[in-house]
């Protein structure tokens, strides 16, 4: 739970209640949200979070993003359209797009907390 604060506290876009998207997931056990703020001083910040709501097993699922409800500019992007995020729970990277394979398990990792990188 500490954890979880100090993401909250750090990202203004998880204090605004206005701003949740949905996305899909091929499994119904599978979560899938994103909250994106423009802050006052030009920047923006942007989370994409996956939960795994089945707490006893692990699941897979591809995540498809609804891609303009991120707000990302041509400089998040590459080539292929994918851009970088940062999971803020276990600390690794991936280079995320429109569709996404994601494995949750309930008792090692149940959730991806993924901080779009500008």
């Known amino acids: 739970l500490t954890r979880l604060n100090e993401i909250r506290r750090a990202h203004p876009a998880l204090m605004d209640l ?3 998207t949905l996305h899909s997931s091929t499994d119904d ?19 994409i979070v996956v939960v795994n709501v089945d707490p006893h097993s692990s699941r897979e699922s591809t995540v498809t993003l609804d ?11 590459d080539l292929e359209g994918r851009f970088r995020v940062d999971d803020l729970l276990s600390g690794q990277s991936w280079m995320w ?8 398990d309930a008792h090692a990792e149940p959730a991806h907390i993924l901080h ?3």
């Open 18 to 20: 206005q701003n949740l």
């Open 97 to 104: 797009g429109e569709h996404n394979y994601v494995r949750l």
């Open 29 to 47: 056990a599978t979560v899938v949200f994103s909250k994106h703020k423009e802050n006052a001083d030009g920047t923006k910040d942007t989370l």
């Open 116 to 118: 779009v990188r500008r």
């Open 67 to 77: 891609l303009p409800a991120l707000h990302l500019d041509r400089e998040a992007l």
